[in-house]
């Protein structure tokens, strides 16, 4: 390369050389044939100097811009004229020329196969085909071609120069053994053409003019010209000696040989990395001392058909590949060549880095991956990591093992429903999803099904996998299987709190769910019972028949009391033949507890009464039961046991297979209220003892619009029962149903009735319906039946429901009350804000009226409270369209501030109180006849 450099710097055609003093007559003949022979000798000269350095640059700008012409091409493709101009890349790639570009050099273009220019550093150009084509077209074919011309005008980066002499070179361009493009550039050669046409005229005016000193003339004008030569040789020089800086400074080796395969450019980098000094190497064959042997047959070979065909399997990109350092050791090394044409020669120029460190680390790196895999795949815990795309990077051994798919099947697929079953799979992307979105380790417990056909369960931590950025690229996974340390958990709880033979819960754990259970009852001020359970006789059957028969009996009594009991409450052996049943979450009222707790201590009895089949045989046994409640006054779990245990005292001395309460005073309570059960029992089945009252409603102008119909127990003995008595007994012991059904067949009776009397037609009877009622499968039809059956008018006809209805099944509510409403008979909300309804159940309801329940209207003149709760309710009731009507009204006080509200439906002792149906039309004429005044 230096050698090429010096030589096209040279001057070729030196004057002097061919003017001697004997040739000074001969040139009085052939002036004007000199004259011609040295502007043409000089314009020659030039021209090819100014070919030269342009030749010279472009092969610098491809050496140092090689992989960026390419993708500057490829970046250009199928883009127009103003795409390219407006191109971002543009900006760039012209800085880097310019870097670069020499002070002579005008412009630079760069053309693509298809003859367009997709860079000049006149934008105006970008986008355009060029002046010469042929030119163009030869070079687009692999030939370096020269042009020099005169241009009148000529549009450079600094605007428009005119009068210029301009060399032109094209360069073809070629990347990774393919042709990209052509570079073309601009050279100012007007200096040097004017210096010759100067030259030429002083030389003509110096021959014509003087002839006598045309030697002298001559000579001067030679000598000067001569000078301009050393002068441009001397920046040429300057110029090399740059490049040659570039290239003794880059870090990289460089390394240059000639078509024959000899060294011609040796920089010191390439020095330290062969070992070789430059004199050493300067024209010796690059193969022997740098190529391993067994690479040389390649390497000649490659440079062979290069030289004859132009094909290269490795110019322009980056090969790993080894070289041979003086010491004959072989290392690896990073190579890039590429070739460069100077006249009709080829050198080649190969950049080398030294990649042995990086060699060695990545062996390093590739050792640990492996010691990494191996010691992920032998670890007892599934581990796997899914990369930021979902995608599965790694899973080990250990997990595909236990799961049954393949770790290939992994890592080819995103979708997880494919490997795992779909809802294993939606749990799987769920935690993944969790992890993501917090920033400490998540953990879950999965359970999944494993090859050896069992579940498993799996305790598994994710955790979130960042770059040194911050970015989340991934999340690792692991697995732990936890089976046998919750079954040994299992198995060590069950050991403490459970009775091994029974496996009900022991003593220990009873007295715990006790404590709970005081605790939870003080709180929230429920009742709860205790019963004591003893097998009656069992002694007798260990005595007789052995411990193992008692121990049948025993595990067959803990099978019967597992189904009595609630889900919820607790069945326990407390030890031998005793028995513990705790009852939770009974009634608020005691009598109502312990009626509870008797019907399940029955029940309970009456299970443990059946005959056992032990051991092929028919064993009768009974069981004697102690009960008491959990009231507040009970502190300790032991005192309740206590308790419990003195009601089994005195189930056995009462005959045993008997039930007795701890306390004397409750049990009396029970049997009164076993006693009035019966009695409701017998009443309901001959339904002679009930009847119906009738309480007035009526509305702001006094005028009676109908009646609430409300069931009276006349017992025989006991007198008028009050229904607060016997209604909740008739709905916890399901008489709600036939009572129920009789109230409304009643009150359908006397609306039929009124239909027959104009002046009480319009009368409405509201009825209450209980939850039993309403959930009957044919409550619908029965309503309907009765509707039917009597003629009555629907309208007229309001059936009441409460808001505690509303609790469960409201859907099935819903649909019953749109059957009913369609036959035209209204629906009234009672009790309505006591707390138990949803405002989006009320939307949904077909309702017709609400009722503002007594509680708020017995104190609305004195409670502020209470006084906002009925503003609400009527206000909530006119902004949905339904009616409303407040129950209880006693003063009219009360009455005159509801009416300021906007509620004019009343019903209350203030205007009269539940009548039987003869005192209520005496009434309701009563009414007719004074027109309502006395009322208002």
Not at 268 to 282: D, L, R, S
Not at 496 to 515: G, W
Not at 571 to 599: K, M, S
Not at 739 to 766: D, F, I, N, S, Y
Request: hydrophobic share 45%.
């Amino acid at each position: 390369m230096a050698d090429a450099g010096t030589a096209f710097a040279a001057p070729r055609f030196p004057l002097l050389r061919r003017l001697s003093i004997t040739s000074l007559l001969a040139m009085i003949a052939t002036a004007a044939l000199l004259i011609f022979l040295y502007r043409s000798d000089q314009f020659a000269e030039h021209e090819e100097i100014a070919a030269q350095e342009n030749e010279k640059t472009a092969i610098h700008l491809i050496h140092l811009l090689d992989d960026r012409f390419d993708a500057f091409v490829t970046a250009t493709k199928g883009l127009d004229a103003q795409a390219l101009r407006a191109n971002p890349g543009i900006n760039l790639f012209d800085a880097t020329l310019d870097t670069v570009r020499e002070h002579h050099v005008l412009k630079l273009k760069i053309f693509n196969l298809a003859g367009a220019a997709i860079f000049s550093t006149v934008k105006e150009e970008i986008g355009e085909p060029g002046k010469h084509p042929a030119l163009l077209a030869k070079a687009l074919r692999g030939e370096t071609l020269h042009k020099l011309e005169f241009r009148k005008t000529f549009l450079s980066p600094v605007g428009e120069l005119h009068d210029r002499y301009v060399a032109q070179t094209y360069m073809p361009l070629t990347h990774a053994g393919k042709r990209i493009g052509v570079i073309e550039i601009y050279a100012d050669a007007t200096p040097i053409i004017e210096r010759i046409h100067a030259k030429t005229i002083q030389l003509a005016l110096a021959v014509f003019g003087v002839f006598a000193a045309l030697y002298a003339a001559l000579f001067f004008s030679v000598r000067r010209a001569d000078l301009d030569i050393a002068d441009d040789t001397r920046r040429s020089i300057e110029s090399e000696a740059r490049l040659r800086a570039t290239i003794n400074s880059a870090l990289d080796g460089v390394v240059g040989i000639d078509a024959t395969g000899k060294l011609i450019e040796f920089n010191p980098a390439a020095e330290v990395i062969f070992g070789w000094q430059k004199e050493e190497v300067i024209g010796l064959q690059m193969a022997e001392l740098l190529i391993p042997e067994h690479h040389r047959n390649d390497h000649q070979n490659g440079l062979a058909r290069y030289l004859q065909t132009g094909e290269s399997r490795i110019l322009n990109r980056c090969i790993k590949i080894t070289a041979l350092r003086r010491d004959g050791t072989e290392f690896p090394i990073e190579l890039s060549i590429m070739s460069i044409r100077e006249g009709g020669h080829v050198i080649f120029v190969a950049f080398i880095r030294d990649i042995t460190e990086r060699k060695q680390v990545e062996d390093v790196l590739r050792e640990s991956e492996a010691k990494l895999h191996a010691i992920l795949n032998s670890a007892p815990v599934g581990i796997w990591l899914v990369g930021a795309d979902k995608r599965y990077r790694f899973v080990n051994k250990t997990f595909c093992d236990a799961v049954g798919v393949a770790e290939s099947r992994f890592l080819a697929t995103t979708h997880l429903p494919d490997l795992l079953e779909p809802d294993i799979a939606a749990n799987c992307l769920k935690s993944d999803q969790e992890c993501l979105a917090r920033e400490t380790p998540y953990l879950s417990h999965e359970t999944l099904p494993f090859v050896d056909g069992k579940q498993h369960l799996l305790e598994i931590t994710k955790t979130k996998l960042r770059d040194s950025a911050g970015a989340v690229t991934g999340i690792i996974g692991v697995a732990i299987d936890i089976t046998g340390r919750k079954q040994a958990e299992e198995d060590l709880h069950t050991l403490a709190f459970y009775d091994p033979l029974t496996q009900l819960p022991n003593r220990r754990l009873l007295i715990d769910r006790l404590k709970q259970v005081l605790v939870a009852n003080a709180r929230n001020k429920r009742q709860g019972a205790l019963l004591f359970i003893d097998l009656d006789n069992f002694k007798s059957l260990n005595d007789t028949q052995g411990h193992d028969t008692g121990d049948l009996l025993l595990i067959e009594a803990a099978a019967r009391l597992r189904a009595c009991v609630r889900q919820g409450d607790t069945a326990a052996r407390l030890g031998g033949d005793e028995f513990i049943v705790l009852i939770e979450d009974l009634d608020a009222d005691e009598a109502t507890a312990a009626a509870q707790t008797e019907a399940v201590g029955e029940k309970i009895r009456s299970a443990l009464g059946q005959a056992y089949l032990l051991n092929g045989h028919e064993y009768h046994s009974t069981a004697s039961i102690g009960a008491t409640l959990l009231r507040g006054d009970i502190k300790t779990a032991d005192e309740m046991l206590r308790r419990a245990d003195a009601g089994l005292y005195q189930a056995k001395a009462g005959g045993r297979n008997t039930l007795r309460f701890f306390d004397p005073a409750l049990q009396a309570l029970v049997m009164a209220r076993v006693a009035m059960e019966n009695d409701l029992r017998s009443a309901v089945a001959g339904q002679e003892q009930f009847l119906l009252h009738y309480q007035p409603q009526v509305d702001s102008s006094g005028r009676m619009i109908g009646s609430e119909a409300l069931v009276r127990w006349q017992h025989p003995e006991r007198g008028m029962v009050s229904p607060a008595k016997f209604i909740p007994l008739a709905e916890e012991t399901g008489l709600i149903l036939p009572l129920g059904h009789w109230v409304l067949t009643t009150a359908c009776q006397q609306l039929a009735t009124w239909a027959t009397r104009p002046e009480m037609a319009h009368l409405t009877v509201a009825v209450n319906v209980s939850a039993k009622q309403f959930s009957l499968p044919n409550f619908v039809e029965e309503v309907l039946a009765l509707v039917d059956y009597f003629g009555v008018n629907p309208a007229n006809l309001k059936l009441e429901i409460t808001e505690s209805m509303l609790l469960d099944n409201v859907d099935n509510i819903i649909v019953k009350m749109t059957a009913l409403k369609a036959r035209g008979i209204n629906f009234s909300l009672d009790d309505f804000g006591t707390g138990y309804s949803s405002l989006s159940y009320l939307k949904r309801l077909p309702l017709y009226q609400l009722k503002i329940d007594q509680s708020f209207v017995r104190d609305v003149l004195i409670d502020p409270n209470d006084a906002a709760i009925a503003k609400t309710i009527v206000t909530l009731s006119q902004s949905m369209g339904l009616a409303v009507i407040a129950e209880g009204v006693e003063t009219e006080g009360q009455r005159d501030f509801l009416a300021q509200q906007g509620c004019h439906n009343y019903q209350g002792y203030f205007f009269s109180r539940p009548l039987p149906i003869e005192q209520f039309d005496a009434f309701a004429s009563s009414m007719r006849s004074t027109d309502g005044a006395r009322l208002m």
